[in-house]
């Protein structure tokens, strides 16, 4: 069975999907089998791949067990990588999985089939603590955390970190810290250093040593449906996310 992370933070903006994409592609450029869900209601992961939010089987019929999970991938989106798209109707499947019993584990159950075709399951959460979320920290094996190099930053990673000891004690005791990693960051200003420090300071070894610079390409590349590593293979953003993707192979 392949591993599988959840990326994860309750603050939007901060570079989750943009690290779920890119380090999904990064893996798969190096030959790993990878399967990258999008379990955000907002569904950029989809559209950031270029795959059409239409009406067949997505994240969201799987959810609410309309049907099995080998039905809802997407397969070669990009080479090694396939997908479990979304659309805006997850915003509902909420309320639609509370009749469902221990909705808490629906996607560990669903994912089971087909778990072990890949080396890598990336899910892409959304950007709260809700039950899309739960479902996603009781099926991983761990949780990397994005995180903007900006003030807030210690303020998210606290309430993230308690849910995540939560869960740990009452659903999924194998859960790990998988890190964090350091995002947007500007070698131009003090504050993206400082923050860098202070959770260097907090989570000592659960940090990631490659950061994610601030970089157009990056945000260009989602619009023209690609990863990085297409759109700008050479750009520094290209070249970071490989980097993560070997800090992350490593700690197979």
């Given at each position: 069975?392949?591993?599988?992370?959840?990326i994860?933070?309750?603050?939007?903006?901060?570079?989750?999907?943009?690290?779920?994409i890119?380090?999904?592609?990064?893996?798969?450029?190096?030959?790993?089998?990878?399967?990258?869900?999008?379990?955000?209601?907002?569904?950029?992961?989809?559209?950031?791949?270029?795959?059409?939010?239409d009406?067949?089987?997505?994240?969201?019929?799987?959810?609410?067990?309309?049907?099995?999970?080998?039905?809802?991938?997407?397969?070669?989106?990009?080479?090694?990588?396939?997908?479990?798209?979304?659309?805006?109707?997850?915003?509902?499947?909420?309320i639609?999985?509370?009749?469902?019993?221990?909705?808490?584990?629906?996607?560990?159950?669903?994912?089971?089939?087909?778990?072990?075709?890949?080396?890598?399951?990336?899910?892409?959460?959304?950007?709260?603590?809700?039950?899309?979320?739960?479902?996603?920290?009781?099926?991983?094996?761990?949780?990397?955390v994005p995180?903007?190099?900006?003030?807030?930053?210690?303020?998210?990673?606290?309430?993230?970190?308690?849910?995540?000891?939560?869960?740990?004690?009452?659903?999924?005791?194998?859960?790990?810290?998988?890190?964090?990693?350091?995002?947007?960051?500007?070698?131009?200003?003090?504050?993206?250093?400082?923050?860098?420090?202070?959770?260097?300071?907090?989570?000592?070894?659960?940090?990631?040593d490659?950061?994610?610079?601030?970089?157009?390409?990056?945000?260009?590349?989602?619009?023209?449906?690609?990863?990085?590593?297409?759109?700008?293979?050479?750009?520094?953003?290209?070249?970071?996310?490989?980097?993560?993707?070997?800090?992350?192979?490593?700690?197979?």
């Open positions: 069975m392949g591993r599988i992370i959840a994860a933070n309750q603050k939007g903006g901060v570079g989750k999907t943009t690290t779920s890119n380090l999904s592609a990064a893996l798969a450029e190096k030959g790993k089998r990878v399967l990258l869900i999008d379990l955000d209601p907002q569904g950029n992961s989809t559209s950031g791949l270029g795959i059409d939010k009406e067949q089987n997505t994240i969201y019929h799987l959810l609410i067990d309309e049907t099995d999970a080998s039905d809802c991938v997407r397969h070669h989106v990009w080479k090694n990588l396939d997908m479990i798209p979304s659309t805006v109707n997850l915003a509902g499947a909420e639609e999985m509370l009749d469902i019993p221990r909705h808490e584990f629906i996607l560990k159950k669903k994912l089971r089939d087909i778990e072990n075709d890949y080396d890598y399951i990336i899910i892409d959460c959304p950007p709260s603590l809700n039950l899309l979320t739960v479902n996603a920290l009781t099926t991983a094996n761990s949780v990397l995180i903007q190099c900006e003030f807030y930053a210690m303020e998210g990673l606290t309430q993230l970190m308690y849910t995540i000891q939560l869960v740990q004690k009452k659903l999924n005791p194998s859960l790990q810290m998988e890190g964090v990693v350091f995002t947007m960051f500007d070698i131009r200003t003090n504050l993206s250093q400082q923050v860098v420090d202070s959770v260097k300071q907090y989570l000592k070894d659960k940090v990631y490659t950061i994610i610079p601030r970089n157009v390409r990056l945000a260009e590349a989602p619009s023209h449906g690609i990863p990085i590593l297409e759109y700008d293979s050479r750009s520094t953003g290209a070249e970071a996310y490989r980097k993560l993707a070997e800090e992350v192979i490593r700690y197979d």
